[in-house]
């Protein structure tokens, strides 16, 4: 890596933490359209700039301006990815107003690989499994595992990160979410504490959107 992509990584990390900025302050007046009441400690404030920053800067530092439609791109899903981890951790929620604007997005960039037509087939595959694993969780154990909000999610991730990049990131998005499930269960010294898949499945979209060009 050169000189140059370092200087875009500070630069681009500059627009990610106004982005990040720019997801809080949408996500505050988000929730109160759900009739929800936004929180206001450290991490829910400051999180979202200096995780965009942080993430920002690295896809730049490895992207560079060579790449910069894709740079544009993956920065636009970080920004969602973003929005969904901080939000769903502080609501237990993952909005239809951010993801299905994002799976629109995600869908037409999709058209454009080849052959055009294997993120939509990936994303069916993934919220259908996904909605699967819901409806079974629900009639066995008579809880809500996963929510509808992580089947949407888990569709919007196949079509951004297609086959068999989806599976890994979901491999990753599990398996983050059974440690930090257990962590929380012996915290809270119950293994029924309400729990918040979303944003496990979107870190493990973060890694593998880091992992392929």
């Given at each position: 890596?050169?000189?140059?992509?370092?200087?875009?990584?500070?630069?681009?990390?500059?627009?990610?933490?106004?982005?990040?900025?720019?997801?809080?302050?949408?996500s505050v007046r988000l929730a109160k359209l759900e009739g929800l009441e936004p929180d206001s400690k450290p991490w829910q404030v400051y999180g979202p700039p200096v995780l965009a920053a942080l993430l920002f800067a690295v896809f730049a530092y490895d992207l560079g301006t060579a790449?910069?439609?894709?740079?544009?791109?993956?920065?636009?899903?970080?920004?969602?990815?973003?929005?969904?981890?901080?939000?769903?951790?502080?609501?237990?929620?993952?909005?239809?107003?951010?993801?299905?604007?994002?799976?629109?997005?995600?869908?037409?960039?999709?058209?454009?690989?080849?052959?055009?037509?294997?993120?939509?087939?990936?994303?069916?595959?993934?919220?259908?499994?996904?909605?699967?694993?819901?409806?079974?969780?629900?009639?066995?154990?008579?809880?809500?595992?996963?929510?509808?909000?992580?089947?949407?999610?888990?569709?919007?991730?196949?079509?951004?990160?297609?086959?068999?990049?989806?599976?890994?990131?979901?491999?990753?998005?599990?398996?983050?979410?059974?440690?930090?499930?257990?962590?929380?269960?012996?915290?809270?010294?119950?293994?029924?504490?309400?729990?918040?898949?979303?944003?496990?499945?979107?870190?493990?979209?973060?890694?593998?959107?880091?992992?392929?060009?």
């Open positions: 890596m050169s000189a140059s992509n370092a200087l875009v990584a500070v630069g681009w990390a500059v627009v990610g933490a106004a982005a990040g900025w720019f997801v809080r302050w949408g790449q910069l439609p894709i740079l544009l791109l993956r920065s636009f899903f970080i920004l969602v990815l973003v929005q969904v981890i901080f939000f769903d951790l502080e609501h237990r929620l993952i909005l239809d107003r951010v993801i299905f604007p994002a799976t629109g997005v995600a869908l037409i960039a999709s058209l454009f690989n080849q052959p055009w037509w294997a993120g939509i087939a990936t994303a069916l595959a993934a919220g259908l499994i996904f909605l699967v694993l819901s409806l079974a969780g629900s009639a066995i154990l008579k809880a809500e595992v996963l929510g509808f909000g992580d089947v949407k999610l888990a569709a919007f991730m196949g079509l951004v990160l297609g086959w068999p990049f989806i599976v890994t990131a979901l491999f990753y998005g599990v398996l983050l979410g059974a440690i930090a499930a257990v962590g929380v269960g012996i915290w809270k010294r119950s293994m029924k504490a309400t729990f918040a898949y979303g944003p496990y499945l979107a870190m493990g979209a973060v890694i593998l959107l880091y992992q392929f060009h």
